[in-house]
């Protein structure tokens, strides 16, 4: 994750839907991401006990309504 992050940008909120651990979003919020971490099993790390194949229509809307006041328009 150290070498894609220094090649590749990513959105400032990053959805980590199956944290595990929380190692990739411990490297994610290391270099100033804002991560929201889920896993269908709590793993001590996030919020446990979300399928994000269930629940992906609901942080999509979260983050374009995060957009829609960013940009001014919400």
Known sequence: MELLCDIEKFSNK???CACGEGHLSKVLEN?????FST????????I???DF??????FC???ADEESHR???G
């Open 14 to 16: 990053v959805w980590e």
């Open 61 to 63: 809307e979260f983050k």
């Open 39 to 46: 896993d269908l099993i709590d793993r001590g790390y996030g």
């Open 48 to 50: 446990g006990n979300i």
């Open 31 to 35: 270099r100033g991401y804002e991560v």
């Open 71 to 73: 940009m001014g328009s």
């Open 53 to 58: 194949l269930c629940n992906f229509r609901d």
